[in-house]
């Protein structure tokens, strides 16, 4: 699959990864909605721009605004229905980057050396968007992580960060950032969820979706998309 870059009028901000008569996929940016907000000034965001140069691009999941890297869309109702049905049926296999605050050390020794969150989510209903661990009315959640590197180089690095690999099992709203915060170890640049020193570490969430894997929704053949962590 040929990667498609920001040509054809689509601006530094529209970075198409793939499209073929069926799916699309983009590598957004942090700081931009993927869906219109509430009020005049949250109405910009990707779907939107996107629509304006495939009509028929529909909305199948999201990422968090200031969340970074890759995003799908279908075309047309029929591939919509059936990428969000692989979607609620878990078929589609993402990854994430995340610089977090603090070394964070492997709980015990594992055979393929990933480890589990499993902390049931809530919102957090007088203070939303935030979401909290709730073990009584919380829905199942899990995160499975893995260390990249201790001390990653670049942007928010140094010593006393861990770069890691995050594979979530569920996808609650926020669930990455709330069990990483709940470990003690938030995302750097999270302004919603670290304290203040944390948050001033980084320009912007250090949290980058990395890879998509799913069956093709049109012809079934396995597919892979790949965006590198900018951080």
Known sequence: MAKLSGEDGLGPDLDLIYADAHLLVFDKPSGLLCV??????????????????????????????????????????????????????RQVGKRYCAVVAGRL????????????????LAADWPNRPRRVVDRERGKPSQTRWRIFSPHPPGEGGGRGCTRLELEPITG?????????????????????????????????LL???????????FTGVPVAFASPAPF
């Open 172 to 204: 609650r709203s926020h669930q990455l950032r709330v069990h990483l915060q709940a470990l003690g170890h938030p995302i750097l640049g999270d302004s919603l969820y670290a304290p203040p020193d944390v948050q001033a570490r980084a320009p912007r």
């Open 105 to 120: 050390e492997m709980p015990s020794p594992s055979a393929d050396a990933w480890a589990l969150i499993d902390l049931p």
């Open 36 to 89: 219109p907000g509430r009020g005049a000034d949250k109405q910009d965001c990707l779907a939107l721009r996107a629509q304006a140069l495939y009509p028929d691009a529909l909305v199948v999941h999201r990422v968090d605004m200031a969340t970074s890297g890759l995003w799908l869309m279908a075309r047309g109702g029929d591939m919509q229905k059936r990428l969000s049905r692989a979607f609620a049926d």
């Open 207 to 217: 949290l980058h979706a990395t890879q998509l894997r799913l069956a093709h929704p």
